[in-house]
C-alpha cells in the first residue's frame, strides 16, 4: 500500500485541513498519516482559535512518521507562522520526499486569515522552493507573485513569476474567477489547462485542501505531475457536485458519494 503524509492544521468541524487531507486519502486507497501544525477552532461559518503546535513537537511528529514509514508523497496545507515553516521546511529538507505537494493556505473560506500576513516572505524563503507541485489560489497566487490576476493570461504570468522563485510546478487554480473552474499548471515550459464546469453551490468548503492531498495521493500511486492534477481535479469536482449542506456556512465536500447521500 502507497504512504501518504498530510502536514497540515486541524479543522475540528472536518471540513478542510488535516481532516479533509485524511479523508481524501483514504478514499484513494493510501494509507494516511498527519503531522499536525495547528489546532484551529473552526466551523463552516468562522474561526474562533487558533492555537500552533510547538516547533519542537512538530518536529517530533515529522521524526516519528519518516523514521517509521516513510511516505511516498507529501502534502503541506496551512504554516500559519515562521517558526512553523522553518521547522517544516528543516525536517523536510533532511528527509528529502520524493514528491512534495504544498498547499500556501491563507485564508478560510469566510475570510479568516489562517496565516499570518507577515509571514509572506518565510513562505517563500524556506517552503515555496521545496515544492514539486505548489497549488495557490487566485488571491495567494497575486500575493506571492505580487501583481493582480483578473483574466487567464494574468493566472499564466503569475504561475511563470512564482515558477521562478524556485518550485517544479505550479497549479493556479481559479475557483475564485467567474466562469467555468479553470486551473492552470506550468511546469516552467508549457502550460496545461485543467478546465472542469462550475457548480453552483456555496458548499466549497475545503476544496483547495482535498485538491493537493489528492495530486499527492496520485503521485504517490504513481502518475506523472499533469495525471495526477486531472484526476484530482476530477474528484474535486465529484466532491463539490455531491457537497453537503451541512453546517450554518460553506458546507463540506463529499467525499463517499458513490457510497453514502446527504439523506443517510
Ligand atoms: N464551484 C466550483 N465548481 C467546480 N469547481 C470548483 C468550484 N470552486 C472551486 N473549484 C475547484 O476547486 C479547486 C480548489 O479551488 P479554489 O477554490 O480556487 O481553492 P481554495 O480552496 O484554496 O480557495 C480548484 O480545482 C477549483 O477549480
Ligand atoms: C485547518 C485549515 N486548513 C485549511 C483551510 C482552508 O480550506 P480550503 O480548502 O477551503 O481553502 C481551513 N479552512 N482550515
Do not use: W
Not at 30 to 46: D, G, L, Y
Not at 73 to 89: D, I, N, R, Y
Not at 174 to 200: C, K, M, P, T, W
Request: charge should be negative; charged fraction near 20%.
Amino acid at each position: 500500500m502507497k504512504k501518504v503524509l498530510t502536514i497540515a492544521g486541524s479543522d475540528c468541524s472536518g471540513g478542510a485541513g488535516i481532516q479533509a487531507d485524511l479523508k481524501t486519502m483514504s478514499a484513494h486507497g493510501v494509507f494516511a498519516m498527519s503531522v499536525i501544525v495547528s489546532v484551529v477552532a473552526e466551523n463552516t461559518a468562522r474561526v474562533i482559535s487558533i492555537e500552533d503546535i510547538s516547533p519542537k513537537v512538530i518536529e517530533d511528529q515529522m521524526d516519528a512518521v519518516f523514521e517509521d514509514i516513510f511516505p511516498d508523497a507529501v502534502k503541506v496545507g496551512m504554516l500559519s507562522t515562521p517558526p512553523c515553516m522553518q521547522a517544516v521546511a528543516r525536517k523536510l529538507r533532511q528527509y528529502q520526499p520524493k514528491h512534495l505537494v504544498i498547499d500556501p493556505v491563507m485564508y478560510a473560506k469566510n475570510g479568516a486569515p489562517l496565516m499570518n500576513p507577515d509571514a509572506v516572505g518565510a513562505l517563500i524563503e524556506y517552503i515555496l522552493p521545496l515544492a514539486t507541485v505548489l497549488t495557490p489560489n487566485i488571491p495567494e497566487a497575486e500575493c506571492i507573485a505580487k501583481m493582480e490576476i483578473h483574466s487567464v493570461s494574468d493566472m499564466e504570468e503569475a504561475a511563470r513569476r512564482i515558477h521562478a522563485m524556485g518550485c517544479k510546478n505550479v497549479l493556479v487554480k481559479g475557483g475564485h474567477a467567474v466562469g467555468n473552474a479553470l486551473d492552470v499548471l506550468y511546469d516552467g515550459q508549457s502550460f496545461h489547462h485543467f478546465e472542469n464546469e462550475r457548480i453552483d453551490t456555496k458548499n466549497t468548503h475545503g476544496t483547495g485542501c482535498t485538491l493537493s492531498s489528492a495530486i499527492a495521493s496520485n503521485l504517490a500511486l504513481g502518475h506523472d505531475v499533469v495525471k495526477a492534477v486531472g484526476l484530482a481535479k476530477d474528484y474535486v469536482t465529484e466532491g463539490i457536485r455531491h457537497s453537503l449542506a451541512i453546517g450554518k456556512g460553506c458546507g463540506p465536500l463529499n467525499h463517499f458519494h458513490a457510497f453514502f447521500s446527504e439523506e443517510d
